[in-house]
């Protein structure tokens, strides 16, 4: 409850605050507003996260703040040096973390979306795998996680039945059979790289500091955190960004262009980030259907569906050529 979090917030961090619940798929999450104006985020990890994989998205957070990544969350320890707290509820224990709150509002929340700030977001994502090249924790080779797109036609072949809509089902079936056309002969040349994994429209922040001015001021949730194809990460951020957009290759355009000015992209690259932000759509689509039907009043998992319903035939009118041909213009 609120009244936990405020408790834990008081003994293990030493902070005098109000709670609000915040939306989470799989944990608990509070903002926490101090005495003083300060604000954080208490993040209670679901039982069954492996603390390894929590322990690889610390040093991740730790790794960015040391070069100087400042739009994603900071890790505050407890008042012990610890970076975790441990909470007891019903008589079972969970991880408890406290990271800094990034203030501005959610990309999916912004009407408007120019294309200075698009380009931002696509350099903020390439910044990001670019400080986190190099580095690796074994946690985060995940194995068969839906997530992760390399497993994209796996997760599309297992559930797409779950998917009721005809229509639907039919263009998760177009973006199934351009993943193998385009995607699956270029991985096995694509560079791999620990990866963010999850720049979607809900954890991108914004701030406008002027009328005219909008730009990226945080990157937030680690929880998908993966070692995949670095390109990966670019493409989920275009999926998102291209929903309900009346000219989506035009804003996909900018993000590559602004990716690009930070980590250069290669052929293969140019040639597969296209299809494989179609191909996040489709998985998105495939689980939510699975995660609605194990918990029907759960309304955060339906989230972004009625967005990607609307835009997904829009995005099969672009034919992958002309996509990476425009991208490699840009």
Excluded at 40 to 56: H, M, P, T
Excluded at 87 to 109: F, M
Aim: glycine share 6%.
């Amino acid at each position: 409850s609120c009244d936990q979090a405020c408790k834990i917030a008081q003994d293990w961090y030493g902070l005098m605050v109000t709670a609000e619940l915040l939306p989470s798929e799989r944990d608990q999450n509070f903002k926490l507003c101090g005495e003083d104006g300060g604000a954080f985020v208490l993040k209670i990890a679901n039982g069954e996260e492996d603390r390894s994989f929590l322990e690889a998205q610390n040093q991740v957070m730790a790794r960015l703040q040391e070069r100087h990544v400042t739009y994603c969350p900071e890790l505050i320890q407890t008042r012990s040096g610890d970076d975790f707290s441990d909470v007891d509820v019903n008589g079972s224990t969970y991880a408890g973390r406290l990271i800094t709150w990034l203030p501005g509002e959610v990309l999916a929340c912004c009407k408007w979306q120019g294309p200075g700030l698009l380009r931002h977001l696509g350099a903020c994502v390439g910044e990001v795998d670019s400080a986190l090249k190099g580095f690796d924790h074994a946690a985060l080779h995940r194995g068969d996680f839906p997530w992760d797109l390399c497993n994209a036609p796996v997760v599309i072949d297992r559930y797409i039945d779950q998917v009721k809509d005809s229509q639907l089902h039919h263009q998760i079936n177009v973006v199934r059979e351009n993943l193998t056309e385009y995607v699956v002969p270029r991985l096995p040349r694509l560079e791999q790289s620990v990866i963010h994994n999850d720049a979607n429209d809900y954890n991108v922040i914004v701030q406008r500091p002027a009328l005219d001015q909008q730009q990226v001021a945080g990157l937030i949730d680690f929880g998908d955190m993966a070692h995949t194809y670095t390109v990966a990460g670019l493409a989920i951020a275009i999926a998102y960004a291209m929903l309900d957009k009346t000219d989506p290759l035009l804003d996909a355009t900018r993000i590559v262009e602004g990716y690009h000015g930070v980590l250069p992209l290669g052929d293969d690259e140019l040639a597969v980030v296209f299809p494989m932000a179609c191909g996040r759509l489709a998985v998105s689509t495939c689980m939510a259907a699975v995660q609605q039907e194990q918990r029907p009043d759960d309304s955060y998992l339906s989230v972004s569906q009625q967005p990607i319903h609307r835009t997904l035939q829009r995005l099969l009118d672009i034919h992958p050529r002309l996509a990476e041909a425009t991208f490699r213009h840009a």
